[in-house]
């Protein structure tokens, strides 16, 4: 297993707490400024794992269609996944803090 490709399990692993309890501080008042900010961050975040999906999905086409490329290709295919959790986890990081959201 590549150092990429066990960075991206262990992640994984890690998310396996999402569902674990979570602990509000309380009500929570966003102003109209923060509601826009956390729209766009959330607009920036699946625009950029939609392009780490693409990325993926080109890379092995050229690699169905140009075998010989498929080493070069394949460290491209494997770091994505890493690079869309490391998008997913920083929103979701974001995200708890401007609701006040604690993971127990």
């Known amino acids: 297993m590549t150092s990429i490709a066990a960075c ?22 966003l102003s109209e ?3 826009l900010l956390l ?3 959330l607009r920036e975040m699946r625009h950029d794992v939609n392009g780490r999906l693409a990325n993926i999905v080109a890379a ?5 269609l140009r075998p ?6 394949m460290k ?6 890493h690079k869309a959790a490391e998008t997913l986890l920083q929103f979701s990081n974001d ?10």
């Open 8 to 29: 991206f399990q262990a992640r994984l692993r890690d998310d396996l707490g999402m569902s674990a309890s979570f602990k509000t501080s309380g009500p929570v008042t």
């Open 76 to 81: 491209l295919l494997l770091e994505q996944p």
């Open 60 to 64: 092995a086409e050229l690699m169905r």
């Open 33 to 35: 400024e923060q509601i």
């Open 68 to 73: 010989e490329s498929a080493a070069e290709r």
């Open 95 to 104: 995200f708890e803090k401007a609701f006040g959201i604690d993971r127990k």
């Open 39 to 41: 729209h766009q961050r």
